[in-house]
Nanobody
Framework: QVQLVESGGGLVRVGGSLRLSCAASGRPFSSNVMGWFRQAPGKEREFVAAIRWSGSSTSYADSVKGRFIISRDNAKNTVYLQMNSLKPEDTAVYYC???????????????????WGQGTQVTVSS
């Protein structure tokens, strides 16, 4: 079974930066994509970014494009989300997620992902 553990959340000021980490474990690791989602109070969980374990392709939600950067360290089985120019609307619980199979493209629905971390809280104060 794949396990995902997020870390790096916290309280930051508007315009600040924060880097989230997602450590993945478990064999065999059959998925080829990792994603970041977030859920704010009273809202549905939404797609933030995704990356493949090989190659350089990434995908971002329009709301974070140009501000957030997703990256990976294959040797550490870890995916990162660098968040810059943070806004109050970025406040949410952030989750990393992985499918249980090889998939095509960058799915943006929660139903496409099988494994989820417990989440890490990000609060951006105004």
């Amino acid at each position: 079974q794949v396990q995902l553990v997020e870390s790096g959340g916290g309280l930051v000021r508007v315009g600040g930066s924060l880097r989230l980490s997602c450590a993945a474990s478990g064999r065999p690791f059959s998925s080829n994509v990792m994603g970041w989602f977030r859920q704010a109070p009273g809202k549905e969980r939404e797609f933030v970014a995704a990356i493949r374990w090989s190659g350089s392709s990434t995908s971002y939600a329009d709301s974070v494009k140009g501000r957030f950067i997703i990256s990976r360290d294959n040797a550490k089985n870890t995916v990162y989300l660098q968040m810059n120019s943070l806004k109050p609307e970025d406040t949410a619980v952030y989750y990393c997620a992985a499918p249980n199979r090889l998939i095509t493209g960058f799915p943006r629905t929660t139903a496409a992902y099988t494994y989820w971390g417990q989440g890490t809280q990000v609060t951006v104060s105004s």
